[in-house]
Every structure is written in C-alpha cells, then in structure tokens.
C-alpha cells in the first residue's frame, strides 16, 4: 500500500521538524510499499489548499492507499470540513491515519465510530448556532426597519447625500440608514477619489439615480 503524508505550516519561516518525527515513526511501523511526502505552507483559515487537494485527487484516484497527517488540523478547516473528508476517503476506500490521535484515524473500530459521532453530533450543532444568529440578527435588523445583509451602494449614496446636500453629520447619517460611522466615512473617502466615466457615477450608480450626485463630485 502506498501512502500519501501530508504537512502543513503555517508561515514560509516555520519548519516541518516537529511534525516528522511522529510521521517518520508511524511510517517505519506500518511498512508502506511506498510514501510520497507533500507539505504546504499556509494559515488554518486559508480556504484554498492546493496541495491537500493534489493529495485528495490521489486518493479519489486510488493512486495511494492510505493519507496521513500529523494532527487532524493539518488538514481540516471545521468539524464539516473534517466529516466531509472522512466521508470521501471512506467512500474511495482509502485509509486515514493522524498519528498524534489514533482515535480519529479511520477504522470500523468501536472508538472510530464513536468518535465520529461525536464529531458529527458538534458539527450539527455548530451549524445550527450559526443558523440561529443568523436569523436572530436579521429579525432584530427587521425590527429596526432595515433589511438583513450587506449594505448596497445606494445605501451609502443616500447616506452621504444627508451630509452633503443637507449637512447632516456624519455620525446621525450613518445611523439613519443602518450604516456604521467608520463604514460611510471610508466610503466617502473612497469614492472622492474615484472620476466620472462610462455612465458610472463617484457612487458606482448611474448618474441619474444616484440620490447624491446633484450636489456635484464628491
């Protein structure tokens, strides 16, 4: 059975030296006909990991046998992230070993299933936390006459119209549209900045719906 080993650190100055030896000792005990080693540099919130997805496409392949990590932080990003990967691997049939926590590798064990389980279960729960402040911040929005979600440009236009053309300040502006004070300050600056052209306005709207523009450039 060949093996995939995967590392990863978190900065180009940080070393693997402290993951091998773990790995190194794991591989000698399990024989593996072969091993091909892949280290990627990169922080754990970092989305886009090319090179555990170089690994993945192996396993999806069945070119290796067997996928091992360190820790199960080295490659996971959530507890989703973490099931979605059991499940792929177990659906390849591909093995999956992190050797600093045996119970977490793959396994139709007692312990593994049970684990797994649990992994689930938080997950499921994890998901439905976000789900809840989700909906309880887009009810309290509502109560307070704004609609949920990322501000439109025309929010802002209107915002910076009230300090424009009628002097308002910007404090009292941005909190009648539901903006923040530093969010319509940073958007003014931004957009003071930017010229007239192809029918768009400073406020990135066409001009004659912009609610701002009849007070000039900004």
């Known amino acids: 059975m060949k093996a995939a080993i995967y590392l990863r650190v978190s900065s180009r100055g940080q070393k693997d030296a402290s993951q091998r030896p773990d790995l190194e000792r794991f591989i000698a005990a399990q024989k593996f006909e072969g091993v091909q080693w892949f280290t990627?540099?990169?922080?754990?919130?970092?989305?886009?990991?090319?090179?555990?997805?170089?690994?993945?496409?192996l396993a999806q392949r069945r070119q290796v046998g067997a996928v091992v990590v360190w820790r199960l932080d080295r490659c996971s990003r959530s507890l989703q992230h973490m099931l979605e990967i059991f499940a792929e691997l177990d659906r390849v049939k591909v093995e999956f070993h992190s050797v600093t926590q045996p119970g977490l590798s793959s396994g139709d064990s007692a312990t593994a299933r049970f684990v797994r389980n649990i992994l689930a279960a938080a997950a499921e729960l994890e998901l439905e936390t976000i789900r809840e402040r989700t909906i309880a911040g887009l009810e309290f929005a509502k109560s307070q006459g704004r609609?949920?979600?990322?501000?439109?440009?025309?929010?802002?236009?209107?915002?910076?119209?009230?300090?424009?053309?009628?002097?308002?300040?910007?404090?009292?502006?941005?909190?009648?549209?539901?903006?923040?004070?530093?969010?319509?300050?940073?958007?003014?600056?931004?957009?003071?900045?930017?010229?007239?052209?192809?029918?768009?306005?400073?406020?990135?709207?066409?001009?004659?719906?912009?609610?701002?523009?009849?007070?000039?450039?900004?």
Do not use: F, I
């Not at 990627?40 to 496409?57: I, Y």
């Not at 003014?188 to 400073?202: A, L």
């Open 147 to 218: 609609v949920g979600g990322r501000r439109s440009l025309r929010v802002y236009a209107e915002a910076a119209a009230l300090v424009l053309k009628k002097g308002w300040g910007v404090k009292a502006a941005a909190e009648r549209h539901g903006l923040t004070e530093h969010g319509l300050q940073k958007y003014m600056s931004r957009v003071g900045k930017v010229r007239r052209g192809r029918g768009v306005c400073p406020h990135g709207l066409p001009p004659s719906e912009c609610p701002a523009c009849e007070v000039g450039d900004v």
């Open 40 to 57: 990627e540099t990169d922080h754990g919130d970092n989305t886009a990991r090319p090179v555990w997805g170089q690994v993945m496409e």
